[in-house]
């Protein structure tokens, strides 16, 4: 891989991270970034605290993901690991899938996207009309659909000649491009000026180039990783998990050994209370993610009451509405009827919902 000095210039000049003085963007790549930084006033139970939020649905795929995508590429094409010739293969709860079949689509290069039941069936859709291949895995293996993924993953790369793995769960270039761009914009938008940044966690890459940047500019600002029960990540024990995007049932390589500030765990059901929230009182939709997010930060209100907190919301709403936004699913999937969700969407937050400090 080339050397951070060299990220740097490749993410300020090549398609998808600098759109310089012109007035258009050259090509698609070239409109990832620059997502709204959004006050939302009326999702807590209070005024208080500040609530910014980063909304990566803006991005032209959809997510935070296209950032590491289109990064992940473009590494491996300056390095000439791959070339036009090559098929990308990797495994995806959707977002990467997505991020990476649009990069792949500019790129002109083939792209198989493993994934498992789970994936919401628009993010198969919006792959496939990108032009991926999608396969899908239907039995996990050990108990977990993503060691599934990454088992099919390998034997297609065996079978598939000129093949190549960007794999979002190692390369470093999925916590640099966050690193580069994301708490970059935040920070620059703000001045430095917030005290905690939540974030949702799956193969970590987000926290980590958050905090990374963070670090390195002596902020004091307290990086919260927002964790799924069923995770395995930061030592939780493995449980079912409905909601994609949030928690692994493997440790991936990005992940061991990582350390954050605190780390929350929420519930399907957080999930799709946040979701719903944000819609009834903000008009947002947000994603599954999003909407644990949001939820673990509201769980923490009173505690920072005089704070101002930056949440990173990975995803759109508008991928879930046969999921997290349909009461059917929710009342057969999660067991909660509709008058006992709308209940949860309007009361006060629960007590925090699982907290430990790394």
Same mark, same amino acid.
């Given at each position: 891989?080339?050397?951070?000095?060299?990220?740097?210039?490749?993410?300020?000049? +090549?398609?998808?991270?600098?759109r310089?003085?012109?007035?258009?963007?050259? &090509?698609?790549?070239?409109?990832?970034?620059? @997502?709204?930084?959004?006050?939302?006033?009326?999702?807590?139970?209070?005024s208080?605290?500040?609530?910014?939020?980063? =909304?990566?649905?803006? !991005?032209?795929?959809?997510s935070?993901?296209?950032?590491?995508?289109?990064?992940?590429?473009? #590494?491996a094409?300056?390095?000439?690991v791959?070339?036009?010739?090559t @098929?990308?293969?990797?495994?995806?709860? &959707?977002?990467?899938?997505?991020?990476?079949?649009?990069a792949?689509?500019?790129?002109?290069?083939?792209?198989?996207?493993?994934? #498992?039941?789970?994936?919401q069936?628009?993010?198969?859709?919006?792959?496939?009309a990108?032009? &991926?291949?999608?396969?899908?895995? !239907?039995?996990?293996?050990?108990?977990?659909?993503?060691?599934? $993924?990454?088992?099919?993953?390998?034997?297609?790369?065996?079978?598939?000649?000129?093949?190549?793995?960007?794999?979002?769960?190692a !390369?470093?270039?999925?916590? @640099?491009?966050?690193?580069?761009?994301?708490?970059?914009?935040?920070?620059?938008?703000?001045g430095?000026?917030?005290?905690?940044?939540?974030?949702?966690?799956?193969?970590t890459? @987000?926290?980590?180039?958050? $905090? +990374?940047?963070?670090?390195?500019?002596g902020?004091?600002?307290?990086?919260?990783?927002? #964790?799924?029960?069923?995770?395995?990540?930061? &030592?939780?024990l493995?449980?079912?998990?409905?909601?994609?995007?949030?928690?692994?049932?493997?440790?991936?390589?990005?992940a061991?050994?990582?350390?954050? +500030?605190?780390?929350? $765990?929420?519930s399907?059901?957080?999930?799709v209370?946040?979701?719903?929230?944000?819609?009834?009182?903000?008009?947002?939709?947000?994603?599954?993610?999003a909407?644990?997010?949001?939820?673990?930060?509201?769980?923490?209100?009173?505690?920072?009451?005089?704070?101002?907190?930056?949440?990173? =919301?990975? +995803?759109?709403g508008? $991928?879930? =509405?046969?999921?997290?936004?349909?009461?059917?699913?929710?009342?057969?999937?999660?067991?909660?009827?509709p008058?006992?969700?709308?209940?949860?969407?309007?009361?006060?937050?629960?007590?925090?919902?699982?907290?430990?400090?790394?």
């Amino acid at each position: 891989m080339i050397d951070f000095g060299q990220r740097a210039q490749l993410c300020s000049s +090549d398609p998808g991270f600098s759109r310089g003085q012109q007035a258009w963007s050259e &090509g698609i790549l070239d409109c990832i970034g620059r @997502t709204p930084l959004v006050r939302l006033s009326r999702y807590l139970d209070e005024s208080s605290p500040e609530l910014l939020v980063k =909304l990566e649905s803006a !991005n032209p795929g959809g997510s935070a993901k296209d950032r590491p995508a289109a990064l992940m590429l473009a #590494d491996a094409l300056q390095r000439g690991v791959i070339d036009g010739q090559t @098929t990308v293969v990797e495994s995806s709860s &959707g977002n990467m899938g997505i991020g990476l079949a649009q990069a792949c689509r500019y790129h002109g290069l083939r792209f198989l996207c493993v994934v #498992d039941p789970h994936a919401q069936s628009q993010n198969v859709a919006i792959i496939r009309a990108l032009g &991926g291949e999608v396969i899908t895995v !239907n039995e996990p293996v050990d108990g977990s659909y993503l060691s599934a $993924r990454i088992a099919r993953v390998q034997q297609l790369l065996d079978e598939t000649h000129n093949s190549f793995w960007p794999n979002q769960y190692a !390369n470093r270039c999925n916590p @640099t491009a966050h690193e580069l761009t994301t708490i970059r914009e935040i920070d620059d938008a703000i001045g430095g000026e917030f005290d905690y940044l939540f974030v949702a966690t799956s193969s970590t890459g @987000t926290a980590q180039g958050c $905090r +990374d940047y963070l670090r390195k500019r002596g902020r004091r600002t307290k990086v919260v990783a927002v #964790d799924a029960h069923g995770s395995v990540l930061f &030592g939780g024990l493995p449980g079912e998990r409905l909601v994609p995007g949030l928690g692994a049932g493997r440790v991936p390589e990005l992940a061991e050994g990582q350390e954050f +500030d605190q780390i929350l $765990r929420v519930s399907d059901l957080d999930c799709v209370v946040g979701c719903r929230r944000a819609a009834a009182r903000e008009a947002v939709l947000v994603g599954g993610s999003a909407g644990g997010v949001l939820e673990a930060v509201r769980s923490l209100q009173h505690e920072l009451k005089t704070s101002r907190v930056v949440a990173i =919301l990975h +995803d759109s709403g508008t $991928r879930y =509405l046969d999921t997290v936004f349909n009461d059917e699913w929710v009342a057969s999937s999660l067991g909660v009827s509709p008058e006992v969700l709308a209940t949860r969407v309007n009361e006060s937050a629960l007590l925090p919902v699982s907290q430990d400090v790394g």
